[in-house]
């Protein structure tokens, strides 16, 4: 897989991710990839969210290896 596509696929992701994020008033805004690293930040409700890190590692990893099983850890930077 190219890095184009997996940053499409990434993205596909993401596409997939944001309505659940929105509605609890949140959002993710994708940073970098670096090799098999995604670096995310997330906005809104989801900054002072008690279980952000769950939803990080349950929902937005599990759902971007899906579309791009060579993802191997996504990061939130604050």
Do not use: H, W
């Not at 939803?55 to 290896?65: F, M, R, S």
């Amino acid at each position: 897989m190219t890095a184009q596509e997996i940053l499409e696929n990434v993205e596909k992701a993401l596409t997939e991710i944001r309505p659940f994020l929105a509605s609890d008033g949140g959002n993710i805004k994708l940073l970098s990839i670096e090799d098999t690293i995604v670096k995310v930040q997330l906005e809104g409700a989801c900054t002072s969210c008690s279980v952000n890190q769950m939803t990080l590692k349950n929902g937005v990893e599990a759902t971007i290896k899906k579309y791009a099983p060579s993802i191997k850890q996504v990061i939130n930077v604050e």
